[in-house]
């Protein structure tokens, strides 16, 4: 009652409801489009939705958050940014994926480590999920982790590290073996020689 919110409306769906949502993230120009489903290992139809406490930020800084109620929504920003990473200091419980532009730019923004730390780890770990979903291809995966090769953060290493462990785990009487070995002996040999 004291913060004129609707504390209980939000905390009752996330309390009650099973699971919880892949926020869809799409930028063009000034325009952001977000989209939310149940994430799910497996493709079934389900229309289940949360109020989603939307945290993002933007190049310039800005933090903006919104609750995010709806299976669909769009708003537009005061300028296009040059990346927008939602689910600031990945607080929110939540997965995101990006449109194949924004998550470009957002893998520059890793390389240069524009990120915070939480948020390079946060990024990396929502990819990787979604690489087990099958939302996004093994190939993928691989090729948006090569955004990591100058990473020191030990937390994202060891994600990193373990995330391609599980893969080669899994992978391990298929022809794409190979791919996911090589992108590990290349992220071991850079975290072993700086």
């Known amino acids: 009652t004291a913060s004129g919110k609707p504390v209980k409306g939000v905390m009752d769906t996330w309390l009650h409801q099973t699971g919880f949502p ?3 993230v799409s930028v063009k120009g000034k325009k952001v489009t977000l989209e939310q489903k149940r994430f ?3 493709n079934t139809a389900d229309k289940t939705l ?16 919104r609750l995010f109620e709806k299976k669909e929504e769009k708003f537009t920003l005061s300028a296009p940014p040059r990346w927008l990473k939602a689910n600031s200091g990945q607080k929110g419980f939540y997965r995101v994926r990006y449109d194949k532009k ?3 730019k957002l893998e520059e923004a890793v390389r240069k480590k524009e990120l915070p730390e939480a948020d390079r780890w946060g990024l990396h770990n929502d990819q990787f999920t979604l690489c087990l979903a099958g939302e996004i291809s093994l190939q993928q995966y691989l090729e948006f982790t090569r955004a990591y090769e100058k990473e020191d953060s030990s937390l994202v290493l060891i994600d990193l590290i373990s995330s391609l462990g599980w893969f ?4 391990h009487d298929e022809p794409f073996l190979a791919k996911i070995k ?4 290349e992220l071991y040999e850079k975290a072993f020689t700086d």
């Open 168 to 171: 080669a785990l899994l992978a």
């Open 50 to 65: 949360w109020p989603v406490p939307l945290t993002f930020v933007t190049a310039n800084g800005s933090l903006e958050s």
């Open 102 to 104: 924004s998550l470009k």
């Open 182 to 185: 090589e992108r590990q002996r």
């Open 22 to 24: 892949v926020v869809d």
């Open 40 to 42: 799910q290992y497996s």
